[in-house]
């Protein structure tokens, strides 16, 4: 099996799942937020179901330019599940148009990224997507002291319990 096929096996198998995920996504509920600060869930969701395709995308072009648009928001689950499954198409048609010899190409340096015109600090192509601990020093930030605030997963929970679940509260 090559190492494509070996991928988009994978990669089929963890669309299906955040495709069941996204499907129980409340349609009455995708404005709701956590926090003030927040996104809200249909953003969330949304978010979810369209950045593989958007990871791929910059694996696949030479020069990623980030426009710093504000992403729409869904009126509907169907709408999320509609931007989830176009998703999965591109990737899958990225995937293989990359094919092993991409995959196996030491030659490229990276890619690059700007955002308004300016330069962004590039990772080398195969780290694209990979946690900041395994690219080099220095490309996200991630220490607690540099968090704006602190994040507490207890309160989040405690607010989808709370907000969505009046009965598990």
Do not use: Y
Request: aromatic share 4%; glycine share 6%.
């Amino acid at each position: 099996m090559s190492m494509i096929a070996a991928v988009l096996q994978e990669f089929d198998n963890e669309a299906g799942t955040t495709r069941r995920v996204l499907e129980r996504v409340p349609a009455d509920k995708l404005a709701w937020k956590p926090h003030p600060k927040s996104m809200s869930l249909g953003d969330l969701a949304l978010h979810i179901a369209g950045s593989p395709a958007v990871i791929c995308g910059w694996a696949a072009e030479d020069e990623t330019t980030f426009s710093g648009q504000t992403p729409p928001t869904p009126k509907s689950t169907a709408e999320i599940l509609a931007a989830h499954d176009a998703g999965v198409k591109t990737v899958k048609e990225k995937l293989t148009s990359i094919g092993d010899e991409g995959l196996n190409d030491d030659a490229q340096v990276g890619a690059r990224a700007r955002h308004r015109d300016e330069p962004l600090d590039s990772p080398p192509r195969p780290a694209v997507g990979l946690p900041a601990s395994a690219r080099r020093a220095g490309a996200v930030d991630l220490r607690p002291e540099r968090r704006r605030e602190p994040f507490c997963c207890a309160h989040v929970a405690t607010s989808w319990n709370a907000e969505l679940s009046p009965s598990l509260a």
